[in-house]
């Protein structure tokens, strides 16, 4: 498996020399963009476009087109592995991704098994395929999952959560059956992105997405070990290549230097963490990822340049810096600030970073 074209944002990753900061951005291909949308609409449904490798290619390759990004992130969503585990997702009009068979029930849990990603995730690796052979060596392709708390969030409250009483309840009350779940979704994780790494993807994220909501001590019982156990079973190159790995966890800044230590090859920060600061507490170790609050998308174009270039002094020179968001682009983002986004990121770092 040769490099990409464009090999930027993997050598950023690994900590290799680079000519510019790369840019991607989490949820790239999503509603803020009409050519998305209208591709959803002939999906029929959010979960059809998942499940359907040509559109969901279609999906992954628009912003590329649209933007000078550094990287393409394969379209799918977190919750396809529990969906994978006979939870049945599906997406309530207003309301998000909701499941038909949460777990509740202790035989349910104990029943739970990890699913054949090359059979019941098949759809996922056929949309990996047909991605890689769109592109054709021109920019590297993101792999990912959910991260096994935040799978478990879902999974035990049947849907998005403002306060995770019914699986915090459970973390506290029967840690047997939680850590139950999280050993299973660790094994499916581990196996969904390995295979995904087969398929063709050339780095892969673990989105940690409600890990901030955790204390301190559970944190690292229940969201970073089992992160841990899942870096170290991914496989760490295929075809000859180098597959870096990338740890999301939003609000998760008090713990950099826990979670650099797990193994993988950077770190993802959200917006609340100074970049700077970052760099000087781990980046000796792991490359970085970040940070830019996806709301100052809604000022200027001129602004959004203007914080961009404050992201990218943060973070200051040398190689080992991502640029992205601190979370999902808004559905609500005017593209053309995403234009912006992407120019100034690319310029400023070329004309002051000394990468």
């Not at 090999?7 to 803020?32: K, N, S």
């Not at 760099?279 to 809604?298: E, K, S, T, W, Y």
């Not at 943060?314 to 968001?325: E, Q, R």
């Amino acid at each position: 498996m040769t490099r990409p074209t464009n090999d930027t944002f993997l050598r950023a990753l690994l900590r290799e020399p680079v000519e510019y900061t790369p840019i991607w951005l989490m949820r790239q291909a999503g509603r803020y963009l009409p050519e998305y949308n209208e591709t959803r609409r002939r999906a029929g449904s959010f979960l059809d476009l998942c499940k359907t490798p040509q559109l969901a290619c279609e999906a992954t390759l628009q912003p590329l087109a649209r933007f000078d990004l550094d990287a393409a992130i394969l379209f799918s969503d977190i919750l396809t592995v529990p969906d994978a585990m006979g939870l049945g997702l599906y997406f309530a009009e207003g309301e998000g991704p909701r499941f038909e068979r949460p777990l509740r029930s202790e035989w349910e849990i104990r029943d739970l098994t990890a699913p054949d990603p090359n059979v019941h995730l098949r759809y996922v690796m056929d949309a990996v395929a047909e991605i890689r052979r769109a592109l054709n060596h021109s920019l590297p392709l993101i792999g990912f999952s959910g991260s096994p708390w935040t799978l478990a969030c879902y999974m035990v409250e049947g849907g998005s959560s403002a306060d995770y009483r019914l699986v915090k309840t459970m973390l506290y009350d029967r840690p047997d059956l939680l850590h139950r779940i999280l050993d299973v979704t660790t094994t499916a994780v581990t196996d969904y992105l390995n295979a995904q790494i087969e398929s063709g993807v050339q780095a892969v994220m673990i989105f940690d997405s409600w890990g901030g909501a955790l204390s301190h001590a559970a944190y690292r019982e229940f969201s970073l070990s089992y992160m841990e156990r899942i870096v170290a079973g991914l496989k760490k190159s295929h075809g000859g290549e180098r597959v870096p790995s990338i740890v999301f966890t939003k609000g998760g800044g008090q713990w950099l230097e826990a979670i650099a230590a797990i193994g993988c090859d950077a770190v993802g920060l959200d917006w609340t963490t100074d970049l700077g600061e970052a760099r000087q507490r781990i980046g000796h170790r792991v490359a970085l990822q970040g940070n830019l609050d996806p709301m100052a998308l809604f000022a200027s174009p001129q602004q959004v340049a203007a914080e961009a270039c404050r992201v990218l002094d943060s973070f200051g020179a040398g190689s080992g810096h991502v640029f992205n968001l601190g979370h999902g682009i808004s559905q609500f983002t005017p593209p053309e600030h995403v234009t912006a986004l992407v120019d100034a990121v690319h310029s400023h770092s070329r004309r002051g970073s000394g990468n």
